[in-house]
């Protein structure tokens, strides 16, 4: 019996795909969002309107780019045997949350309507800790993100094979 076949080998690979793929996506997530999006975007995407979505999906296309780079060099690199299939679902999950959490940005103490993640963070409790605090709602976007890669780490490493 093979390592493929073999029951009591398959949940060690998977956890240490998992493993290596939730900090490829955790390392690549820091690079693309502190030192590859640009400061333009940065500041405009959780605007209101055509601009602030614009922004946010020029800056969640070059994450995603990062996070795929990465994501392929480690897969090669370390043999992990992701497939292209289950990679693309990781960075499809990775990129749609990074955009929904994104669009908030700025707007976590805004009165009102706001985004549906502000929303849900109000409805959740924490509406006095986004008043009272200027740095909840980034932590609470971070938080976010980080959750959302450990689901996208679990959809690429679950299975694996091509």
């Known amino acids: 019996m093979n390592d493929r076949t073999n029951p009591t080998c398959l949940m ?14 955790t390392a690549s997530h820091e690079v ?3 030192w590859v999006q640009q400061d333009r975007d940065a500041v405009a995407k959780g605007g209101h309107g055509a601009e602030g979505r614009a922004a ?9 780019a990062t996070q795929a780079l990465a994501l392929a060099v480690a897969d090669r690199g370390l043999g992990l045997g ?14 749609v949350t990074h955009y929904a959490a994104d669009r908030s940005g700025g707007r976590w103490r805004e009165e009102g309507e ?28 971070q938080a976010w993100h980080r959750g959302w890669i450990g689901i ?8 694996g094979g091509r």
Do not use: E, I, Q
């Open 152 to 159: 996208a780490a679990g959809v690429a490493a679950v299975g």
């Open 114 to 141: 706001s985004t549906r993640l502000v929303r849900f963070a109000r409805r959740t409790g924490h509406s006095g800790w986004l008043a009272r605090d200027p740095g909840a709602g980034p932590l609470m976007d």
């Open 56 to 64: 946010c999906v020029r800056h969640v296309a070059s994450y995603t």
């Open 82 to 95: 992701l497939g292209w299939r289950r990679m693309g679902a990781a960075l499809a999950v990775s990129a």
């Open 32 to 34: 693309a969002d502190y």
């Open 12 to 25: 060690p690979m998977a956890a240490a795909r998992f493993a290596a793929v939730y900090g490829v996506l």
